[in-house]
């Protein structure tokens, strides 16, 4: 499929999406939502694929939604093409885990959207900032709510009041990131990261994301149960068996992806 804001690639096991306006910061444009969500279902329905790196260039992930398409926006005009929901919500209900691979700006939509992967990791010079206040308006695909639970209230409320951008480096100790590398090696690494997952058993996979996922909506009481009865549902699974016979045997397992 002929793509034109964003690159799709296969890397062996691995779809790899780079966003691609470079003249707009990847502003987040309508046609590039829409291009992500059809990459989305396509290596969600190829069965050679286990997980996807999402990435931008290296002085920007996405520099926000697209202000120069929104400015004329009325109420209606969003309310009515359910602005926000549709299109962008589509990145949190792909059951193959996507890996952020943030350099540069991530900036309003741009965080939001890494912060809709399952975890990003941040090259050293990547910057993530909620600066709609900026522009009179509030985060809308989850800011103030995926920050909130990932750095807490303090820093989250002083960054969607100010605008204040966070490093690398606050970022990873703030919980935001999961780890931080040279930014000319993040690719490479978001890569083999997303080789090794795409390694383990698929199913078993997107049980455990699902999992880590349900810690967000429910009570510890009720999370534990969840995570329990899919603990269990594992042992349905030829790949426990596969798993823990080759830790008996000292092999390599050889996963069937059932
Ligand atoms: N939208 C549209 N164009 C943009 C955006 C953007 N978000 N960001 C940068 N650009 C464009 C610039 O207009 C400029 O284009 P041109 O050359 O035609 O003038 C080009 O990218 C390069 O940008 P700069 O010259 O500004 O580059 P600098 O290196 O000087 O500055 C910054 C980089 C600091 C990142 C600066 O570009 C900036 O502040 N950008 C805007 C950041 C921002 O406010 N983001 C939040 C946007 S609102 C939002 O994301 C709401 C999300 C809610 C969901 C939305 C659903 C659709």
């Known amino acids: 499929m002929p793509y034109e804001n964003i690159i799709v690639e296969t890397r062996g096991q691995v779809g790899l999406i780079t966003l691609n306006r470079p003249k707009a910061l990847n502003a987040l444009c309508a046609a590039l939502i829409k291009e992500l969500g059809q990459a989305l279902d396509a290596f969600e329905a190829d069965g050679e694929i286990g997980a996807v790196v999402l990435t931008g260039s290296e002085k920007a992930f996405a520099a926000g939604a697209d202000i120069k398409e929104m400015q004329s926006k009325t109420y209606m005009d969003a309310y009515l093409a359910d602005f926000i929901t549709n299109g962008w919500e589509r990145i ?89 590398i040279p930014a000319a090696d993040l690719l490479d690494e978001a890569l083999k990261v997303a080789d090794r997952i795409a390694s383990m058993s698929r199913p078993v996979v997107m049980l455990a994301k699902e999992s880590v996922n349900a810690a967000f909506e429910t009570t510890l009481t009720q999370g534990i149960k969840f995570e329990r009865r899919l603990f269990h549902s594992t042992f349905a699974c030829e790949d426990q068996k596969e798993g823990m016979a080759a830790f008996a045997e000292k092999r390599s397992p050889v996963f069937k992806n059932r």
Do not use: H, W
């Open 92 to 180: 949190t209900t792909c059951r193959k885990p996507i890996i952020a691979a943030v350099a540069g700006y991530a900036l309003g939509g741009g965080c939001e959207v890494s912060m809709m992967c399952d975890f990003i990791l941040a090259a050293d010079n990547a910057k993530f900032g909620q600066p709609e206040i900026t522009i009179g308006t509030i985060p809308g695909a989850g800011g103030t709510q995926r920050l909130t639970r990932a750095v807490g209230k303090a820093k989250a409320m002083e960054m969607c009041l100010t605008g204040r951008m966070m490093d690398a480096a606050e970022a990873e100790r703030a919980g935001l990131v999961s780890r931080v």
